[in-house]
């Protein structure tokens, strides 16, 4: 199954199984099925649940959140995370702030393609995860693997407070993986999860970075005979902490790797902490790698240059391994 | 012209509103209140126009100037004592103040201050009721909005209103036009010979009354929600008046001019004329009126101020409800 | 109807645009093209139009189906073909693509994508020719906003045109309201009976007409732009057409029910056979408008691809022009 | 002068000596002059310069990015920062974006009331830092003092790059000092400063904490004998790394206060920096001291204990130096 299918399937299960459930975007009714088709064919099969919106991105999120606050379990699509920006106030003033001011909680999922892909320019690549943390109250998740779209998409439904969903675009149709929906074991929506072991260094990633990330580390074991270890945060509001703490006392050196932009954000956090509560374990200095400062080029070979990817990672690991 | 006795509901809410308004103002010169207070000293014919037409699973999502409204709605006296003066106790807990208090069980918005952003939630309650059948064609639940021609313009507001339209929800969106945002003139927020003139654009029946005119209230905002229950879709109310106070208290509104407010009169002062002219209300029944609203509104503040303000040590630090999502970084 | 001479330039631009724009998509077809390719086709009397009437010193803010208009203003097949294939010589320099290309000197606005967010910069730039003194009263430089029927219910575009109205400018915002956003039909989009009712709400001009018409746009936009220059404000011009391809070409729009695309014709086609039929252009001028519009195409597509690629090792990666404000970390 | 005053001394002044300038915001024309006052009798020494808008602060913006770029220098106030939320967009993806793409600067001023009041509640005391400096482009200015806030207000529109100058609402009033307008030497806007000297530890902060951080080295000097070194960031984005990484090389020790949410930006942004370029000189781990993760409380009460103050720095203080 590939990640969009396994999108599709969770919106599909959700919208079966629980009547509070809609969906709210733009065009995303049938026969169309939304401009990645993650709704392909759930309008026909759920009428009347699966409703266009016009090109209204802060009316979309605040109809949600009225809509959740009545009893329902809203699910917006905006088309790509980067139109997002002109809802940022009612999902980051808003939403997030419903809880504490008022003890009601906000149960709205945003669902927002994120990520890059050659060609996408400057306003269909972006990493929304900094801008949506900073805030208090959203829960902000990015799942990288098939499995984790599907039952995060669940968790994030189930989830009380209102979710950013990170749907990284290029693993839409080019990350395929067999899984069993059935299992009644995944870790929870906050956790982060350890990728692959290994004893000399953490890579830390999220989203489509963990691909770069378990790549970089199969080279570094194969032709450099470093073990690393990845770490996939799954969750980078809240972060989890523990997991990523427990794997740098086990190696001592850690990279956190992003698509994002350098500045702030969950690469700064996680060195930050880190450096704040893993001082006694770095062995050495904590190495970001995060996309340049600049916006995201348009033409495909400024945009291979403008993130990290697996050689970027593995550069970085030989130096840090040698510090 | 409305019964009389819907005229008195209104009359009732309008005076204990005026009165509430005016001894929150006293509490802040009293420096008794933190931050801001807000009055809706000239719109309480319109806003409890809106608030008394409302029942039980309807939605509100008043602004800034809507005691009066709030009063109809069933909002207490005491819920705004508290909240005013930061009590634990009221619906904020005293995590928000004055006019953001809500609650969103008793359909009762709690705004955010962001202009124009309170359109869209209410619209999506009203959505929520017609996807889960909760509605009686004909009879349907209904949502007003509060807004001013300054929030007019913004581009929160115009989303929400088409989606409204769209969607063709028994939304009221509840306009006072009072002349100024702030200290600025209509003639610098919109450009439009009167601001109902967006119903057409929006596809929505519009209505236009004057605001200092209870009864002209009380008429077109009941027409209006008649209309929008009925299953007409949204209604937009346009009604002109005048702010008659600052901004907020700390605001003299030394920058209305004198021949504005020759314009507009005192729609409560208005109503209690034609009221008593027309023989509804003695002075008497005016009177009792009046020292009832003195009498609850002064109860409420005793009340609350005798009740407990929050407290930094016990504050419970959390913006999320999902408490064990992980491990949360301590502030 | 406009002089033949102005209607000769219209086909002319017309034809451009419908030639370059079949180029790119085969570009795109052929694998030559990163990302996306959108079309006009349908649009090119409307936008067309809409180029050729302004002048230097007017401004201009296309969005994704106005290579007509962009080719009336001035454009040249060359910067498209650049833009498109992401050659570091064109106005982009490969960082941005396709229809984001602009030239601010030039007063052609590059669009970021954000539907709605163009207008207001036009309306800035109107207002900074007022401040400056620059403007000659009576005949004014105007500007121009391209905009979608889904477009028009964004908040930016609202915020927009209000701002434009009250300060007066003289700003045309041009909609082409072609049936579908993307894959949403109209109803789904807006509820007015027409999106030129919206005039009346924003107090400006409003025009309507079929954008399928060369000459009824010609008519229609010309005497927007005329009024605009004349100062007598805003003007907003709604035509109707239908969009005659998908949303981009990965897009087959099998979503436009056949009876929708019997209802609307082929701009292009039928301003072809009135020009034929009137006696201002024979089949063998047409025929020479179109060799020549595909010699410039495919000269502008030999030039660009002969031309050298932007390199990630030369790259200037800095966002900030002030470069010396500090250390900036690297990447 | 108070600070205020110093804000509408240089507007006064850029606007009598440069043509391009002119300002545009909500209710800021005369008699009123805004509501902070800042722009108090401007519109009438500058008629038809200082304009009231409506409230839009999308298009307020838009607005300004046009006429920047057709020549002009426009100055935007946004009524409180909290309200440039829903310009969010206009800022970072298109002011912030023009000169990457376009290779023309893009030189607006926006000023942005920020900061808490007691009683001013979660939408009326934000910090805007963070959000508006993940997105490349934005220069982000942050003046704590009287001088600051004359002369970077001159260089944020002497810049040719969009500028966020944040405004502090408590130091409008109660920041009080005597300085030279005529004097020629100031540090650029890119620049940290070293308010105060000291070698036992770093204290780096911004905007109104600049003063809970000198107030508590003081308390540190008198009561403790630590001597502490304040570190003034001025720029929030680009940082001045130098000046960081040397006050660090000194002593050894860093906290960095901010009363923005504790989430990403600078606090981050800076023990990051200083885990990733000044491991070496860290003798113990980096101390960050944010606001609280919930929305910023109405209660005065609960407000004071909502961001860290001269106490709270004071207290990292004890135990960063007992570390
Ligand atoms: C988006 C936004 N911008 C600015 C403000 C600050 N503000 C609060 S009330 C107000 C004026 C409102 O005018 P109007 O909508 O006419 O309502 P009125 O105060 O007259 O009742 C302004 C500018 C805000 N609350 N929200
Ligand atoms: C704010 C925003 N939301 C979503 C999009 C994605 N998007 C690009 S074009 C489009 C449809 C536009 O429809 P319309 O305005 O009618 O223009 P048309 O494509 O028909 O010319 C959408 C939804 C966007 N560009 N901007
Ligand atoms: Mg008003
Ligand atoms: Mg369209």
């Given at each position: 199954?590939?990640?969009?299918e396994a999108i599709r399937l969770a919106l599909a299960e959700l919208l079966?199984d ?20 993650a ?36 699910i ?67 799942p990288?693997?098939?499995?984790d779209a599907y039952f995060m998409l669940k968790d994030a439904v ?7 969903f ?15 929906p ?142 | ?331």
């Amino acid at each position: 199954m590939k990640y969009l299918e396994a999108i599709r399937l969770a919106l599909a299960e959700l919208l079966a199984d629980d009547q509070r459930v809609f969906i709210y975007g733009q065009d995303i009714a049938g026969p169309f099925g939304g401009a990645f088709k993650a709704t392909k064919g759930l309008s026909e099969r759920f009428p009347g649940r699966v409703l266009n919106s016009p090109i209204s991105e802060d009316a979309m999120t605040g109809l949600a959140i009225g809509a959740a606050m009545d009893g329902m379990r809203p699910i917006v699509e905006y088309q790509f995370a980067d139109f997002a920006s002109v809802a940022f106030n009612q999902l980051v003033n808003h939403a997030g702030s419903i809880f504490y001011r008022t003890g009601r909680p906000c149960p709205i999922v945003a669902r927002l393609p994120v990520g890059g892909t050659p060609g996408g320019g400057p306003f269909h690549c972006q990493m929304p995860e900094t801008w949506l943390s900073n805030h208090p109250g959203l829960v902000v998740v990015a799942p990288a693997t098939v499995a984790d779209a599907y039952f995060m998409l669940k968790d994030a439904v189930a989830c009380r407070d209102p979710v950013a969903f990170l749907e990284h675009k290029y693993l839409y149709y080019h990350l395929e993986a067999e899984f069993d929906p059935r299992v009644a074991e995944h870790p929870g929506l906050g956790r982060a999860v350890v990728r692959r072991q290994g004893d000399d260094l953490t890579i830390v990633a999220y989203s489509g970075m963990v691909h770069h990330a378990t790549a970089a580390a199969a080279v570094l074991e194969s032709d450099h005979n470093i073990s690393a270890e990845v770490v996939d945060l799954r969750c980078v509001r809240p972060l989890d902490e523990e997991t990523i703490l427990a794997s740098l006392a086990r190696t001592g050196r850690i990279i956190i790797a992003s698509e994002g932009f350098p500045f702030g954000g969950p690469t700064a956090e996680v060195a930050a902490l880190v450096a704040e509560k893993g001082f006694a374990y770095l062995d050495a200095p904590p190495v970001r790698l995060a996309a340049r400062d600049t916006p995201i080029p348009f033409h495909p070979e400024l945009f291979a240059e403008h993130h990290p990817d697996d050689q970027a990672i593995v550069q970085a690991a030989l130096e840090l391994a040698k510090y | 012209m409305s019964d009389n006795a819907e005229r008195i509901r209104l009359f009732k809410v309008m005076v204990l509103a005026r009165t509430c308004d005016d001894r929150m103002a006293k509490l802040k010169a009293q420096n008794e209140v933190a931050g801001s207070v807000f009055v809706g000293r000239g719109q309480e014919a319109l806003s409890g126009a809106a608030g008394i037409q409302l029942r039980p699973g309807d939605v509100f999502a008043p602004l800034i100037r809507d005691q009066a409204g709030r009063f109809g709605y069933g909002e207490t006296p005491l819920d705004v004592a508290r909240t005013v003066l930061g009590r634990r106790t009221g619906p904020m807990r005293g995590r928000d103040g004055n006019v953001h208090r809500g609650d969103w069980g008793a359909g009762l918005l709690p705004m955010i201050s962001h202009l124009g952003a309170m359109a869209a939630p209410v619209i999506g309650v009203l959505l929520s009721r017609r996807l889960t059948g909760k509605q009686k064609p004909g009879d349907l639940s209904v949502g007003i909005a509060s807004i001013g021609d300054g929030g007019m313009n913004t581009g929160a507001l115009h989303e929400a209103m088409n989606i409204a339209a769209v969607e063709r929800l028994p939304f009221i969106l509840l306009v006072a036009d009072n002349q100024f945002a702030y200290s600025t003139t209509s003639d610098r927020t919109y450009a439009c010979k009167h601001l109902v003139d967006r119903a057409i654009g929006y596809g929505v029946a519009g209505h236009r009354c004057d605001g200092t005119d209870a009864d002209a209230c009380l008429a077109t905002v009941g027409a209006a929600v008649a209309a929008a229950r009925a299953g007409k879709g949204p209604q937009l109310v346009v009604a002109d008046l005048l702010r008659l106070a600052g901004h907020g208290t700390h605001d003299d509104a030394s920058y209305v001019p004198e021949d504005v407010k020759s314009r507009f009169g005192d729609c409560l002062q208005m109503f209690e004329r034609s009221l008593i002219q027309q023989g509804v209300l003695d002075a008497a029944a005016v009177a009792a009126i009046r020292d009832e609203a003195r009498r609850q509104i002064e109860a409420a503040v005793e009340q609350a101020r005798a009740e407990p303000q929050p407290e930094a040590a016990t504050e419970d630090w959390s913006a999320r409800c999902e408490r064990d999502l992980v491990h949360v970084r301590s502030a």
